[in-house]
Nanobody, 119 residues
Framework: QVQLVESGGGLVQAGGSLRLSCAAS????????MGWYRQAPGKQRELVAR???????NYADSVKGRFTISRDNAKNTVYLQMNSLKPEDTAVYYC?????????????WGQGTQVTVSS
């Protein structure tokens, strides 16, 4: 089992910044993918940014140049620095990890943290 604890959401004016954190705990062999998704009201959940085990980082086109994903492997924590926020960034942000434990690959989600950007 893996537990994900997110923090850092809140209300910010357009143009402002927020930093999200997600700490993973539990048991695994390797973390294959670690990143962030978001879901706005009435919309499907979408990828924001993620690390792949290959070292590749993926960003959604809509956040490139504004958001930066980073991680602290010693703390099993992933961060999302969000700058130049826009009202359309308003959503619930979810941390996601794909882990290998033994021979099993499992997908885990955090509880979500609300980000609201006012115009």
């Amino acid at each position: 089992q893996v537990q994900l604890v997110e923090s850092g959401g809140g209300l910010v004016q357009a143009g402002g910044s927020l930093r999200l954190s997600c700490a993973a705990s539990g048991s695994w062999t390797t973390i294959n993918v670690m990143g962030w998704y978001r879901q706005a009201p009435g919309k499907q959940r979408e990828l924001v940014a993620r690390f792949l085990s290959t070292g590749t980082i993926n960003y959604a086109d809509s956040v490139k140049g504004r958001f930066t994903i980073s991680r602290d492997n010693a703390k099993n924590t992933v961060y999302l620095q969000m700058n130049s926020l826009k009202p359309e960034d308003t959503a619930v942000y979810y941390c996601n990890v794909l882990v290998l434990a033994g021979w099993r690959i499992s997908d885990y989600w955090g509880q979500g943290t609300q980000v609201t950007v006012s115009s």
